[in-house]
């Protein structure tokens, strides 16, 4: 089958980065299209960022020009480059895959998640 596992998540101050990874196993790494979603506390699960296998990257409106999504397929990894975090970008960040590909921004076109990694930003 295959899992998702995140990392990377902690605790930064407001203006600070962090860098999260997924490592992906089994089929999950042929996945056509994969994605980073935030659920902040409270609130419903949201798209933050997507690539396909070719490279092309999708932003949400609020992360655009803040966060980057790069996958290197040789490594089987997927990273979310996020910097000037702002104490509202805290919440449980899942990585998601999806084999065939879909609208991006949608959760049910993505076949498997991870457990999630919380990041915490403070003012």
């Known amino acids: 089958q295959g899992q998702l596992v995140e990392s990377g998540g902690g605790l930064v101050q407001a203006g600070g980065s962090l860098r999260l990874s997924c490592a992906c196993s089994?089929?999950?790494?042929?996945?056509?299209?994969m994605a980073w979603f935030h659920e902040a506390p409270g609130e419903e699960r949201k798209f933050v960022a997507a690539?396909?296998?070719?490279?092309?990257?999708y932003y949400g409106d609020s992360r655009k020009g803040r966060f980057t999504i790069s996958r290197d397929i040789a490594e089987n990894t997927v990273l979310l480059q996020m910097d000037n975090l702002k104490p509202e970008d805290t919440g449980v960040y899942y990585c998601?895959?999806?084999?065939?590909?879909?609208?991006?921004?949608?959760?049910?076109?993505?076949?498997?998640w991870g457990q999630g990694t919380q990041v915490t930003v403070s003012s």
């Open positions: 690539i396909t296998k070719p490279g092309t990257t």
């Open positions: 998601a895959a999806s084999r065939r590909g879909g609208t991006f921004y949608f959760q049910s076109t993505f076949n498997d």
């Open positions: 089994g089929r999950t790494c042929d996945s056509f299209l």
